[in-house]
Each structure stands twice: as structure tokens, then as C-alpha cells.
């Protein structure tokens, strides 16, 4: 029983699962942008939806370390291949599983669900296979995979997009890039010694910190704006103020101090910033 709690906690952390939630409560929130109450959205395929994204994610975060061992055993030995915990045999098949559950779920509720999907599969596994290596494009990429789950909440529900859904999207794409390039930062030791040269590689940590922050401060700006899509504004703009008041702090960090101290701050401090926002998103 202990070494399979240990192997389940294993596939925990090569899918990242917490980044897998919070992807799932975006879809909810992209959902509420259509219909804003659960009674409405009760016999709706929401449940598919949110399902196929965890599932894409998992994918895709397991695709990611198996194509960056040689900068993990640099930036994150502790990652599941990497310390030995799961074989790379195993990552293989837990992705195409996962994968395969991500389509087939999302089949099941439009055909814009399905094909948002598989173009997620497919452009995720070429940044993680290539892309990456091309600097701002690869940031791009992840950060709009990651912020369409708003878009796509709207999709499964109403099979089109909503102003609201994209609003959203584009707060989370500006604070996803930022958080993408201090990332950057913080593994740029371990991906230039495996000749990867990401943005803070082409344009140097100082730059790349001010361009992080300036794209954390658009979020902040812009999510004032959504208080026009909600009822309840005061809820909103309390929720809103906590992580912008953190967002705002590790932009005027990164600006001031682009350090691999303060990109792995700003990785830590954001995440959970950006489930406060998520929560936002979500009411009505």
C-alpha cells in the first residue's frame, strides 16, 4: 500500500496537479460567463469540460519533463524521472493515457471542445519538444494554452466565445507571460548549460525582468475592468485587490532586482494569486 501511495504521489508531481485544478476552475469560470448560476449549467457538459482540460494539462505537464530531463538535472532535480521515482517508460505511456482521456472526454461534449484539444496536444507537445527553445514565442505559447481555459468554459457550454470569457483570457495570458519569463530567469543557468537560450538568454535578466514586470502590471490594470462583468463588484474588487496587490509586489521586484532568488519568488508568490483571481472570475 505505501509503494503505491508513493508511485500515485509520484504521477501527482509529474502532472502537476494543483496546476491541473486551477485550469479546471478556469473552465467553471469561463462557463459562468454564459450561464451564471450552477441550476442552469446543471445538465450542461460542464463536468466533460473541466475533465478533458485536467487530463490535457496532466499531458502535457508529464510531456514536459520527459523532453527536460537534461535541464531538470540542473533547475529541478527533484522532479519525479529525474530523482528516479518514475521511469521515463512510464511518463510515456501516463501522457498518451492522459491525452487520450482529454480527447475522448472532450468529444463527448462539442466539436469546438474537441478540436480546442487536440490543437492544445498539438502545439503543447511541440513547445515541449521544441519551441522552448525559441525564446518569446515559447513564452507566448504556454501562456496562451494556459489562459484559454476561459475561452473554452464558454465553448462547452454555448459552443462560441463570450466577452467576458475573453476578458478573462487576456487578463491571465498578461499575467502568465510575466510569470512564464521569471521563470525564464530562474532557470536560465540550467538551460544554458544544455544550450537552450530562452529570453533572458537573448535579451539579458535585466530586460527580460522589467519585461515581466510591465506584463504583470497590464494584468493588474486590466482586472480592475472585469468588475464591469459581475454583479457583485465589492466581492469582486476584494478578491481582485489580494492578488494584485501580490502581483504588483514581485513586478516591482522583477524590475528592480531580476534575480533567480526573485523569479523563484515570484513563481511561488503568483500561483496562488492567481487562484484568488480564478475565484474572482467565477462570480456572477
Known sequence: MDDLIRKLSSYAKLSRIDHGVMASL???????????????????????????????????????????????????????????????????????????????????????CLVVIIVALVVGNLYNSYFKRHAFFGNIIVSGLTSFTFPYGAISIAGTLTEKSLLFFMIAFLANLGREIAKGIRDLEGDTRVGICTLPCEIGTNNAGKLAGIFMLMAVALSFYGANYVKTKPVYLVLILVTDAIFTYVAVKLIHNPSTQTAEKARKLTLPAMLNAIIAFTLP
Do not use: H
Open 26 to 112: 478556469a473552465v467553471v469560470a469561463g462557463a459562468f460567463s454564459v450561464e451564471n448560476t450552477l441550476q442552469s449549467i446543471s445538465n450542461s457538459p460542464l463536468l466533460l469540460a473541466v475533465t478533458s482540460v485536467l487530463f490535457v494539462e496532466m499531458s502535457l505537464f508529464a510531456s514536459n519533463d520527459i523532453f527536460n530531463i537534461k535541464e531538470d538535472k540542473i533547475n529541478n532535480p527533484t522532479r519525479p524521472i529525474v530523482a528516479g521515482e518514475l521511469s521515463t517508460r512510464e511518463a510515456v505511456a501516463f501522457t498518451f493515457i492522459t491525452g487520450l482521456i482529454a480527447v475522448l472526454t472532450s468529444a463527448m461534449v462539442n466539436t469546438a
